[in-house]
């Protein structure tokens, strides 16, 4: 199998981790722009990474939390087969992405040229990046300190908005949450596919 990846990808970068801490064959392909098409990624008509390719006539798998979902399921899941347990973690998954997905919004909002800014839309990612970080304090107490189906997600993203947000200076806001960050901080997997 091969992953259509982008190092500074948060989305990416959760692939990246489950596939090293499971050990998975997967090779890791670095794909730049196509121009109007987004990234080359492979085989994906959006033009977005992450992409796997998966071998045989097997199709392939985008977005990232399908990407995620089938290679947790290749070893030791994760993610719980059923019940509340499930829910929970699709939801601590899609936190942490909607949070990524703020960021980046946000940031291609800034890049443009200062005369096309929409002020209010900045606003409301920023609002969005504050009030998710803040939520995320009040529960980091029930947050694993380990590799989970949500905390992949969620850890990428504060690694994104320290990257891309860094005037929101999310550890002043939560600083329960930069705890719990500062553990999972330690896992090789982190170091191992930190690329800011
Ligand atoms: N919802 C998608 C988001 C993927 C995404 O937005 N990837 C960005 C890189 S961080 C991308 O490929 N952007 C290229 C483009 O849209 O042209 C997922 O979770 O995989």
């Known amino acids: ?31 730049g ?14 033009g977005k990474v992450p992409c796997l390719e998966r071998e045989g006539s097997l199709v392939s798998l985008f977005d990232s939390p399908v990407i995620c979902e089938y290679l947790d399921g290749l070893k030791d899941p994760w993610l719980p087969a059923s019940g509340e347990g ?9 936190i942490g992405d ?3 997905e703020a960021v980046y919004n946000r940031r291609y909002e800034v890049v443009r040229d200062e005369k096309l800014h929409w002020p209010d839309i900045i606003t409301r990612h920023d609002k969005a990046i504050e009030n998710t970080v803040n939520y995320l304090d009040s529960i980091s107490g ?20 320290d990257f891309r ?13 930069a705890n719990w960050h500062a553990e999972l901080k330690e896992l090789p997997e982190w170091v191992a596919t930190n690329p800011y």
């Open 1 to 31: 199998m091969i992953l259509h990846d982008s190092a500074l990808s948060p989305f990416s970068r959760k692939c990246r981790i489950m596939i090293k801490a499971k050990d998975l064959d997967v090779k890791i392909v670095q794909v």
């Open 33 to 46: 722009k196509d121009g109007d098409n987004g990234y080359a990624a492979g085989d994906n008509p959006l």
């Open 86 to 94: 499930r829910w929970k973690a699709y939801r601590a998954h899609r």
């Open 98 to 100: 909607g949070l990524a």
């Open 142 to 161: 029930y947050l694993p300190t380990k590799w989970s189906f949500g905390s992949i997600a969620i850890v990428c993203a504060l690694d994104y908005a």
């Open 165 to 177: 947000a860094d005037h929101i200076n999310w550890r002043k806001i939560a600083p329960k949450l």
